[in-house]
């Protein structure tokens, strides 16, 4: 079984990295993350729109680019490498994929265009309490086409101007779009650890909000899109623990102690090795999650699971010991290390921690698997 990317789907990589390169430099992560007015990148996000990696797994009748989850998971490995700050895995991984998986063809055929150009930028709205989110312990609450509640620490909530959120309906657990620019809702933008890609608090009085899929089914629906997405991120991760393991290298490289690269301590070069272990362990169960999300395999949860632990660990890791072999400079703010670290802690807790994706896998394992 050849788990390699066509030369095709190779090309659409570079091509994303150049781009990424020359229009989201970690300058631009530093810009939104000092700015106290700029949410996000707009102009990255305008161009990564242009290019059609919004839509690139929307299918082209939706107005999409209908490329292909095998090119998305590229496209996110970019967006990891890069640090790009845009709310892209929030609108993309989670409110696209919950609308093809639950929408109607006419709820498709509007809201997928506008997510697809970029004019709509969409939110899961999962968490009311610490924890993971339990069926039954929604609060928030849909009924007669009317949203009430309190959603916290939505990530991205901050810039999209559209919600998929979780509630409690007459008929069991639902999903539902809202407009977070309209009557009934307000927001409340939260300090993050990683500020260029900030949440906010979610609160929804009686606001309006259209259903998305059966009565009673957002809970399995729910589980679906989790899934995809957790792939989806973890090449993300793998991404960004790969651009943080080679700038470490760099910097050892370049810096001198007693007559000679610090890289050439065995101390050093096994701390190093450790990374690029765990930074290819990653990338391994990632081309798997890859495969299964493409081919829609019974093994997709198992393998999301699986690509999610390794690429969260990598990803801390190597943000990590980046901090740790950059010596006295590698925890000051002129250094770009902490741009890396805040972005690592970020991801691995904005679809629940390692932890939790460990007690999947062991469901997914005793269960047998299964998508």
């Known amino acids: ?108 055929k509007r809201c997928l265009p506008e997510l697809a150009s970029g004019r709509w930028i969409g939110a899961l709205a999962l968490a009311e309490r610490p924890g993971r989110p339990d069926p039954a312990r929604i609060e928030t609450r849909l009924e007669g086409g009317r949203l009430t509640g309190t959603k916290r620490a939505v990530p991205d909530a901050a810039a999209a101007n559209r919600a998929v959120v979780l509630a409690a309906a007459p008929e069991g657990p639902a999903l539902a779009l809202v407009d977070l620019d309209g009557e009934g809702v307000s927001r409340e933008v939260l300090a993050s650890l990683d500020p260029s890609r900030p949440g906010a608090t979610l609160r929804f009085d009686a606001a309006p909000a259209e259903p998305l899929g059966p009565a009673g089914g957002g809970w399995e629906i729910l589980e679906r899109v989790l ?30 102690a007693f007559g000679r690269p610090i890289a050439s301590f065995q101390a ?50 190597a943000t990590t010991e980046m901090i740790q072999m950059h010596g006295g400079v590698g925890y000051t703010w002129e250094y770009d290390c902490h741009l890396f670290y805040r972005r690592a802690k970020w991801l691995a807790a904005s679809l629940g921690g390692a932890a939790d994706w460990r007690d999947r896998l062991v469901g997914e394992l005793t269960a047998g698997g299964g998508a």
Not at 43 to 71: H, K
Not at 234 to 249: D, K, P, V, Y
Not at 271 to 296: H, I, K, P, T
């Open 268 to 317: 050093l070069k096994h701390r190093l090795a450790d990374v690029y272990v765990a930074v290819e362990l990653a990338r391994s169960n990632c081309f798997y999650g890859a495969w299964a999300l493409e081919q829609e395999a019974p093994e997709l949860g198992e393998a999301a699971c699986s690509a999610r632990v390794s690429a969260t660990d990598a990803f801390e890791l």
């Open 1 to 108: 079984m050849n788990f390699d990317f066509s030369d095709e789907q190779k090309l659409l990589q570079k091509t994303a990295r150049d781009f990424l390169q020359e229009h989201s430099p970690l300058a631009v992560c530093r810009r939104v993350l000092e700015s106290d007015d700029e949410l996000y990148a707009e102009d990255l996000w305008s161009g990564a729109a242009e290019m059609g990696w919004q839509g690139a797994a929307i299918p082209e009748e939706f107005g999409g680019a209908g490329f292909g989850y095998l090119e998305l998971v590229l496209i996110a490995e970019e967006m990891g490498r890069a640090l790009a700050p845009i709310p892209f895995g929030s609108s993309v991984y989670l409110a696209t994929e919950a609308i093809l998986a639950a929408g109607g063809d006419e709820q498709k």
């Open 227 to 256: 899934r995809r997405a957790a792939v989806l991120q973890a090449f993300e991760q793998l991404g960004g623990a790969a651009r943080a393991l080679e700038i470490t290298r760099d910097f050892t490289l370049g810096r001198y």
